[in-house]
């Protein structure tokens, strides 16, 4: 028996575009998939993230959410494969303070998880790059103008995945 | 005399009022605010001026939230000799809430927290509940008691663990006080049977950071007091399942039974921390006395309570001197070590904030408050919750005028500190719980006794120490977590019994009333006080207070120039490196303030006047606005 492919939504809440993860997987939620992929708010601390995934051990996982890079104009879609070699210790030990204070970020996530090992080989990062980032509900333009790649990307992301049943 | 600088007296049968004659009972004296004056003049002071160093830290690290702490160090008497505390960021849920449906306050508040959510939650949900004459079955509030249990079980272990541990850890005393590691290393422990430590040495290898025993048990054990909040909210962070009245969870008898294993793991890891954090405390404090005024303080502290007796507790105001008084953790004002009152009413009459050096405006000024008694006739004033208004007003650059986004929450005009340890503190003193066979209030401390699970059951003492320094913060947050499993076990032990007799409500309907209403729910968070003072009419919110208890200990000096809890605490902490003063750590210093567990908004800037921000992060807010 395998583990299942976990879509993960990572986001701010009332932040605008910076909620895009959290929106995303609320948007999407509702549509059909296949067996054995899990779609989850994963917005919140990153240890708690890793409990998480140690708890389900997922066979691939696709972390969703939008992450100021400021490299790329807004709106911009950004995947990667996750390399998992995780940062040093010294900086993961200072991102998991951060996280056990309550501090919700997508690269403390990735850098906690990567440190005990609990992402699986195959992980993929879809991030957009966001523009407003004031207190408020819905996505500027750009942002909005990219939730439909980051779905087309998504489903090829599980369409690649060995689903199980 | 409860009141010793607010003119309140009270009248025979014990109703408060204020004393005659007085013409302006909250008046206010600016005075200046008090701090460390350099030499610059007399005799000597150009021969041999103190060797100064300014030493900021910004912000302050391993903390949930932005702090920042500016002190001055005085390298020749080896001590700190002043100290500002700045808190870097406005939240503006009281903005945020003006206007809205009441029961949203119950999920948005939530958010002012990051690492226990739950508790505002469920201070708001008893402030609502207050305001709309309601009351839940006593199964809904023993579930809430449970859930609570289980949240400090997220809390204790992340900071003695991962936020306060690595400061007395191998890496980094071997930084600042090498010839303590090698004073460890032939140290052994007294309760070396307990937690399985040998020597001293290799205690502190297990506070190391990421690779220490008890830095990586402590993390995983916040996964246990998240599985219990879990059983009792469905969902946690942030539980949505808390309402006026009670919780809308589906309980089950599994979810009690599930709820006990997880207890049950708990026991052990409790008998654990205690056993550590005794020998770490008592270890410093032997190798060097001084470890006592590292932090210290007057023992000043404020307590709202928190676990309600389920046959007590009728959500009134009216009646909340007796429901307080059955708390498992009883509410308290303590000054100069004695346990002045357990009163509610006492607690919230002397309640005042302050923003003279804060960065906002005084409200006072627009006008006569809203109200000048609480419902039940008793004085307020205007500085108090229920009349104040978040004004924010970002100017000032200096120490002398305004500095931080904290308040200056006083009590009776006090400099008041809360933690953990001072609900412990509080429930000693008055030498009485409720009946719980696992807990005993003695005047002087409490005996726990935890049952049998991997461990033999053990029965622990806490005793009142004689100064509130570092150490005895972070001693007291261990014993707490034994003090919280007795009060567990005590509750789900209750639960059981409601269970058992089919009284299996835990909710109570309502209708969201339309006439004004003023209410206060009081409870307590990880780091102590917390109260929701709410103001209601026409079904909506006119104003909505959230104070914390890292408002209380992070304020910035109040109006009579006197500097807030962390700032007393560092001024005058010694210097205890070992090392050239160009290798000062101030780690004595950064001990002094992680040992109050700080909670402050998360390492995000904001510029109010463009809503820009530099850093996104989602984060705990708890003293702020």
Redesign the interface.
């Known amino acids: 028996m395998t583990g299942p492919v976990l879509v993960g939504g990572i986001g701010?809440?009332w932040?605008r575009d910076?909620d895009f993860g959290t929106q995303f997987i609320a948007r999407i939620e509702h549509e059909r998939w296949p067996d054995g992929v899990l779609l989850e708010d994963l917005?919140?601390?990153a240890?708690?993230v890793l409990?998480r995934l140690q708890e389900i051990v997922p066979t691939k996982v696709v972390l969703v959410g939008a992450m100021?890079r400021e490299v790329d104009p807004p709106g911009t879609v950004r995947r990667y494969t996750l390399d998992l070699t995780p940062p040093p210790?010294q900086e993961?030990?200072?991102r998991?303070?951060?996280a056990?204070?309550?501090?919700?970020?997508l690269d403390h996530t990735l850098a906690v998880v990567r440190?005990w090992g609990a992402f699986p080989a195959d992980t993929t990062v879809i991030e957009v790059e966001p523009e407003d980032?004031?207190?408020g509900l819905g996505f500027s333009n750009a942002v909005e103008r990219a939730f439909e790649e980051v779905l087309r990307l998504v489903r090829e992301e599980i369409g690649a995945a060995e689903v199980s049943g | 005399m409860c009141f010793r600088n607010l003119p309140i007296e009270f009248d025979g049968a014990g109703n408060a009022r204020l004393r005659e004659g007085v013409a302006d009972p909250y008046a206010v004296t600016v005075a200046e605010p008090k701090g460390y004056v350099r030499p610059h003049d007399g005799p000597g002071a150009m021969v041999a001026p103190p060797r100064l160093r300014d030493w900021s830290i910004d912000p302050v690290t391993r903390v949930a939230g932005a702090l920042a702490v500016h002190t001055v160090l005085d390298l020749e008497k080896r001590e700190a000799v002043e100290a500002h505390s700045q808190a870097m960021l406005f939240r503006g849920y009281e903005v945020i809430l003006k206007g809205r449906d009441p029961r949203d306050a119950i999920d948005i508040s939530s958010r002012a927290c990051g690492v226990c959510g739950g508790v505002h939650s469920t201070v708001s949900s008893l402030a609502i509940e207050q305001a709309f004459g309601i009351c839940p079955p006593p199964l809904g509030v023993l579930v809430r008691n449970l859930g609570e249990v289980g949240e400090m079980f997220y809390d204790h272990p992340l900071h003695l663990g991962l936020l306060a541990g690595p400061d007395y850890s191998t890496s980094i005393v071997s930084v600042t006080n090498p010839e303590l590691v090698t004073r460890a290393e032939s140290t052994r422990c007294p309760h070396a049977d307990v937690h399985g430590f040998a020597t001293m040495k290799d205690l502190m290898d297990a506070l190391n950071p990421l690779t220490g025993k008890i830095y990586l048990e402590s993390l995983e054990y916040t996964r246990v007091g998240r599985i219990m909040c879990m059983q009792m909210y469905g969902k946690y962070p942030h539980p949505s399942t808390l309402v006026p009245g009670g919780v809308s969870t589906t309980i089950s008898t599994s979810s009690f039974n599930e709820y006990y294993t997880q207890l049950g793991k708990i026991f052990d890891y409790c008998k654990v921390m205690a056993a550590t954090w005794d020998d770490i405390a008592d270890f410093f404090l032997e190798a060097n006395p001084a470890y006592e005024q590292v932090g210290a303080r007057p023992t000043n502290m404020i307590q709202t309570g928190i676990w309600d007796d389920p046959e007590a507790y009728d959500a009134t105001y009216a009646n909340c001197n007796e429901w307080g008084d059955r708390r498992w953790a009883l509410p308290g004002i303590i000054l100069d070590g004695e346990l002045r009152t357990t009163r509610l009413t006492d607690i919230n009459m002397g309640i005042e904030e302050f923003v003279e050096h804060s960065y906002y405006d005084d409200w006072t000024t627009n006008g006569a408050p809203r109200f000048a008694t609480d419902p039940l006739g008793n004085p307020i004033s205007p500085y108090h919750a229920w009349n104040k208004e978040t004004i924010p007003r970002p100017e000032g650059k200096n120490f002398k005028e305004k500095y931080s986004w904290d308040c200056a929450p006083r009590w009776d005009r006090q400099v008041m500190e809360s933690g953990t340890y001072g609900r412990m503190w509080t429930t000693a003193l008055a030498a009485r719980t409720q009946e719980n066979p696992f807990l005993d209030a003695t005047g002087d401390g409490l005996r726990i006794t935890l049952p049998r699970h991997g461990l033999p059951e053990t029965e622990l003492n806490w005793k009142i120490p004689d100064t509130l320094n570092a150490l005895e913060r972070n001693r007291g947050r261990a014993y707490a977590m034994a003090f919280t499993a007795a009060i567990g076990m005590n509750c789900i032990l209750k639960a059981f019994e409601y269970w058992r007799k089919g009284e299996t409500a835990v909710s109570t309907p309502y209708k969201v009333p339309k006439d004004e209403r003023v209410a206060v729910g009081f409870w307590e968070a990880g780091r102590g006080y917390l109260t929701h003072h709410l103001h209601m009419d026409k079904g909506k919110i006119v104003n909505y207070q959230i104070n914390t208890p890292s408002t209380w200990n992070a304020s910035p000096r109040d109006p009579f120039g006197n500097p807030g809890p962390y700032e007393e605490a560092i001024v005058g902490t010694p210097i205890l490196e070992s090392v050239s003063d160009d290798d000062v750590k101030g780690i004595d210093v950064l001990r002094a303030i992680r040992s109050f567990d700080p909670c402050m908004p998360c390492t995000t800037h904001m510029d109010t006047g463009k809503g820009v921000i530099v850093r996104e992060v989602n984060s705990c807010g708890c003293t702020l606005e």
């Open positions: 701010l809440p932040l910076l917005s919140y601390a240890h708690r409990h100021p210790p993961v030990h200072e998991l303070t951060e056990v204070g309550g501090i919700i970020d440190h980032r004031a207190f």
